[in-house]
């Protein structure tokens, strides 16, 4: 693997399992930097939501490094309002800042990413009734 100057890593592979890359390699490209945590689908589907545990979580946010899951159901200004599991066996409904997120510096030059295969399933007061039976967010 090699990073480029802009902080694109460039990891070659080849076809076929062989340990030695073959003459015709595909290139995987991972961009370096944050992700984009809130998209404007996301963003409008979270502003359409009404305020109690009928709605559902549009938004899934997670430490790729370890602990720490975010279920939210609506975004005011920097606040974020969902389901909140920091790894400690307590998952709870409450606020958190979305600058906080974005800034956070995890190890290898992680930062929290959005689950961009996250669809709900059920309502943010069943999955707090399921997090809460389970010690943990459960998707």
Known sequence: MCVL?????IVPFSE?????????TKT??????????????????????KGNGSDKPYLKLFNP????TWLIT??????LFGLCDLGMGFPELGYVSLRELES??????LS??????????????????LARAEGRIVT
């Open 5 to 9: 100057p802009d902080e694109r890593a």
């Open 16 to 24: 076929g399992g062989s340990k030695e890359p073959k003459s015709v």
């Open 28 to 49: 995987l490209i991972f961009m370096g930097g944050t992700m984009k945590l809130i998209t404007k689908e996301i963003e409008k589907k979270l502003s359409k939501n």
């Open 65 to 68: 490094t370890g602990k720490g």
């Open 74 to 79: 609506s975004i005011e200004g920097d606040f």
């Open 104 to 109: 956070l510096d995890l190890p290898s030059g």
């Open 112 to 129: 929290i990413e959005r689950d961009m295969h996250f669809e709900p399933e059920m309502s943010i007061e069943e999955y707090s009734d």
